[in-house]
């Protein structure tokens, strides 16, 4: 996947994006590049580690160590930003997960983009209406993504 093919897709009307990918360092690596070139803010999400603004990644974002609560502190957003979400298909089938991407699908005011990104994504029905999921594309285009 290329910087460029990530600035089509965060043009798309989708708040959700699924990003099926063995390679996640560098999806997130596009990432970085579309915020870097682009001026918009980008945050990564990852296991573990929690959110990290990809422009200051010294600084890890209080409170955002689980995926709940991740999807919290985007929800509360008031500023447009892109936001990472890598190894996130373990907790797509949760409940209070699905309610919660649901509410960030249908958000009013500023766009805020949750992108879900992992080797295997599958994603149920209640979420899966308002996710632009890129193996969809890649399959009616022929493209290839790492």
Do not use: C
């Not at 008031?78 to 797509?92: E, H, I, P, R, S």
């Amino acid at each position: 996947m290329r910087y460029e093919f990530v600035e089509k897709l965060m043009r798309t009307k989708f708040r959700l994006y699924g990003i099926e990918s063995k390679d996640p360092v560098q999806i997130k690596e596009h990432y970085k590049q579309f915020g870097r070139f682009t001026g918009q803010t980008v945050y990564i999400w990852e296991i573990g580690k929690g959110l990290v603004r990809t422009d200051a990644p010294h600084i890890t974002i209080p409170n955002t160590l689980n995926p709940q609560q991740v999807l919290k502190h985007i929800l509360a957003g008031k500023f447009q930003a892109t936001y990472v979400l890598v190894g996130f298909n373990d907790y797509v089938k949760d409940i209070e997960v699905q309610g919660l991407l649901s509410q960030i699908a249908k958000a009013k005011g500023a766009v805020r983009s949750a992108v879900m990104v992992d080797g295997n994504l599958e994603l149920t029905s209640r979420i899966s209406k308002y996710t632009f999921e890129t193996k969809k594309l890649i399959q009616q285009t022929q493209l290839k993504v790492a």
